[in-house]
């Protein structure tokens, strides 16, 4: 059982560079989302797709770009990464109800220097 | 605006003793409130919800969760912790008047340490 895969799960990158992370998901859920998790301040929302060719900013979306690229996929951009977005990025999915939960993936650990 | 509220960062308990991790909430609906429990290098592992229905929701691992609306809270409980409960644990809170899954709002995490 896959469930939600994230790729990579480490990263360096230095100030400016850009990066894309990958998300993708096998349980047919209609609603994907991006969080970041950083000490103290719990999961804070990114960007999340309701449904296939559709996305929304979430609470925290500055310096940050998604593509929901079809069902299965949805992707987050830095375009040009900053010391602040250092965090543990986490990739979920879901059904698309509000009382359903969420199956979030195992995290990538992005350092930015 | 919707808050989550876990007031204590670390919780210390013996194993075999009863634990509770607190949690508190604030949506302008009816509210649909969610535990998740995260292992060291791992992802939110899903571990019960109240939707409607019985205040006392069951879950997995021998955890139970008791909504209580009048408080606004949804503890978090177990009768015996083992130590392989030692993980940081989430309580989330989405409106149930959104209609949608859109925000699910995340607490900061409780920090639970069974020992010996």
């Known amino acids: 059982n896959a469930g939600v895969t994230q790729t990579p799960k480490f990263q360096v990158l230095k100030t400016g560079q850009s990066m894309t992370l990958q998300c993708a998901q096998d349980?047919?859920?209609?609603?994907m989302y991006w969080y970041r998790q950083d000490p103290g301040m719990g999961l804070r929302l990114i960007y999340y797709s309701a449904s296939e060719g559709t996305t929304d900013k979430g609470e925290v979306p500055n310096g940050y770009n998604v593509s929901r690229l079809n069902k299965r996929e949805f992707s987050l951009r830095l375009e040009s990464a900053a010391p602040s977005q250092t965090s543990v990025y986490f990739c979920?999915?879901?059904?698309?109800?509000?009382?359903?939960?969420?199956?979030f993936g195992q995290g990538t650990r992005l350092t930015v220097v | 605006a919707q808050s989550v509220a876990q007031p204590e960062d670390q919780v210390n308990v013996a194993e075999g003793n009863p634990l509770t991790v607190k949690c508190t909430y604030s949506?302008?609906?009816?509210?649909?409130l969610f535990w998740y429990v995260q292992y060291p290098n791992r992802g939110l592992q899903f571990l019960l919800k109240y939707i409607t229905g019985d205040n006392l929701v069951k879950g997995s691992y021998g955890f139970e969760a008791e909504f209580n609306k009048s408080q606004t809270s949804f503890h978090l409980k177990k009768p015996s912790a083992l130590v392989s409960d030692s993980a940081l644990y989430f309580c989330?809170?989405?409106?149930?008047?959104?209609?949608?899954?859109?925000?699910?709002?995340f607490g900061t995490g409780t920090r639970l340490q069974v020992t010996l």
């Open positions: 989330a809170v989405r409106d149930a008047n959104t209609g949608t899954a859109s925000k699910l709002t």
């Open positions: 349980m047919n859920h209609n609603s």
């Open positions: 949506v302008s609906g009816n509210p649909y």
């Open positions: 979920a999915s879901g059904y698309g109800t509000a009382n359903t939960e969420a199956f």
